[in-house]
């Protein structure tokens, strides 16, 4: 048994932010079905790579749901997507404010149809606000967040700012959505009363800066509070090692640095000292040095590597799955180990309407005489392996 089941979500999110939101759900049991537009979303092309006719980043982010190709501008469409409001429990969506209600499917509407409804709108400024039109991708509310200045000021105060490697903007975001998702069927389950759930990704990256709380506190950037006080923070940066490798050291507090000063066998232990003792090994010989002192400390990894550590495989994080145009290949499974209930990958990413014919068939009853018309119509679409009759 997985926690979520019982539920089924609408899945009409695109890119980043939405999907990993929805991934979070379908890994804990939820039905996630995926509505993307007969011609396939942009999404699925993403990057330059394509793995059996699909990024990775698609492959990633939409492990385990179901795929229903429906053309919402069309009436017909609108209507087969109330009908499956009408049996579900959630819709998701991270369209721009105002996207939803000229399609006639804003959450007014669907609560009209369902009053359980939990709705989701997700966007980068949110539903109300003077930026609530603005368009938004991860960069654009890491930047105005404060968070890629701080990363740049770590390397050099006031210099070019940093972004992240991976879209934080994004996937911080998702969590808080499904998080507010999981909430907000507990208050159905508890009520029967279903709301509305207005996640912006600004508002989530800042509530992911401690940082401004600093500011707020003392009027100081959080390099001039360093600066300022230096002394408590204890001992810890990125370290190279005589093979060409990196680690990184992290002993803040002061139980870790009397561990540090036994260790090294010093009364006294200064960064310059760390630094030459780790210059003068081997990442690996480093690694075990410090973990002998029972201090943090971690190779700096390639993707390479991680992939094959051996305590990420035996916690199951890399489960192969098979796609049927990608192939065999191991995806990364759900993080959380729960001891009744464990979630987890499910199935590889669909493929364009491969659900299609299933779900019209069997959520909604429809006979395949009418399935058929409505391929016909360019109302849906269905994938090769969709499983229609002839």
């Known amino acids: 048994m997985k926690i979520l089941e019982d539920i089924r979500v609408l899945d009409l999110?695109?890119?980043?932010?939405?999907?990993f939101c929805t991934l979070m759900l379908a890994d804990m049991g939820a039905e996630v079905i995926r509505i993307e537009v007969p011609w396939g979303g942009v999404d699925r092309i993403a990057d330059a790579a394509l793995f059996g006719g699909m990024s990775y980043t698609f492959h990633h982010l939409n492990l385990g749901k179901k795929n229903l190709a429906l053309n919402l501008k069309t009436p017909e469409g609108l209507e087969v997507f109330k009908e499956l409001v009408?049996?579900?429990?959630?819709?998701?969506?991270?369209?721009?404010?105002?996207?939803?209600?000229?399609?006639?499917?804003?959450?007014?509407?669907?609560?009209?149809?369902?009053?359980?409804?939990?709705?989701?709108?997700?966007?980068?400024?949110?539903?109300?606000?003077?930026?609530?039109?603005r368009p938004s991708f991860a960069p654009i509310v890491e930047a105005m967040s404060g968070q890629s200045r701080l990363n740049g000021d770590e390397l050099e105060v006031g210099g070019k700012p940093v972004e992240s490697a991976q879209s934080y903007g994004d996937l911080g975001p998702g969590l808080f959505a499904a998080m507010a998702v999981l909430a907000a069927i507990r208050l159905r389950d508890r009520t029967g009363q279903g709301q509305m759930i207005d996640v912006a990704q600004l508002d989530c990256m800042v509530s992911l800066t401690p940082a401004l709380t600093g500011y707020n506190l003392s009027?100081?950037?959080?390099?001039?509070?360093?600066?300022k006080y230096p002394m408590g923070r204890g001992f810890g940066d990125l370290l190279r090692t005589n093979d060409g490798g990196?680690?990184?050291?992290?002993?803040?507090?002061?139980?870790?640095?009397?561990?540090?000063?036994?260790?090294?066998?010093?009364?006294?232990?200064?960064?310059?000292?760390?630094?030459?003792?780790?210059?003068?090994?081997?990442?690996?010989?480093?690694?075990?040095?410090?973990?002998?002192?029972?201090?943090?400390?971690?190779?700096?990894?390639?993707?390479?590597?991680?992939?094959?550590?051996?305590?990420?495989?035996?916690?199951?994080?890399?489960?192969?799955?098979?796609?049927?145009?990608?192939?065999?290949?191991?995806?990364?499974?759900?993080?959380?180990?729960?001891?009744?209930?464990?979630?987890?990958?499910?199935?590889?990413?669909?493929?364009?309407?491969?659900?299609?014919?299933?779900?019209?068939?069997?959520?909604?009853?429809?006979?395949?005489?009418?399935?058929?018309?409505?391929?016909?119509?360019?109302?849906?679409?269905?994938?090769?392996?969709?499983k229609l009759g002839s």
């Open 246 to 386: 990196w680690v990184r050291l992290a002993s803040f507090s002061p139980r870790l640095i009397e561990r540090l000063k036994e260790h090294l066998g010093v009364d006294e232990v200064t960064m310059d000292q760390i630094k030459l003792k780790v210059a003068g090994m081997t990442r690996d010989e480093a690694v075990r040095f410090f973990v002998d002192a029972e201090v943090p400390i971690a190779p700096v990894y390639d993707l390479d590597e991680v992939v094959k550590d051996p305590h990420l495989k035996e916690r199951g994080m890399f489960k192969e799955i098979n796609h049927p145009t990608a192939g065999s290949y191991q995806a990364v499974n759900f993080p959380v180990k729960f001891s009744e209930t464990p979630g987890g990958i499910e199935g590889p990413a669909p493929m364009l309407g491969e659900h299609t014919a299933e779900i019209l068939r069997e959520i909604l009853g429809y006979s395949d005489d009418r399935i058929k018309r409505l391929v016909k119509d360019g109302i849906v679409s269905i994938a090769d392996g969709g």
């Open 219 to 227: 009027g100081m950037k959080l390099w001039q509070l360093n600066d």
């Open 13 to 19: 999110t695109q890119f980043w932010f939405g999907p």
């Open 86 to 133: 009408n049996s579900s429990d959630v819709v998701i969506q991270n369209f721009r404010p105002g996207t939803m209600e000229r399609l006639g499917l804003g959450y007014d509407e669907l609560r009209r149809l369902k009053p359980s409804i939990i709705y989701a709108a997700l966007s980068g400024f949110g539903q109300t606000g003077p930026y609530r039109e």
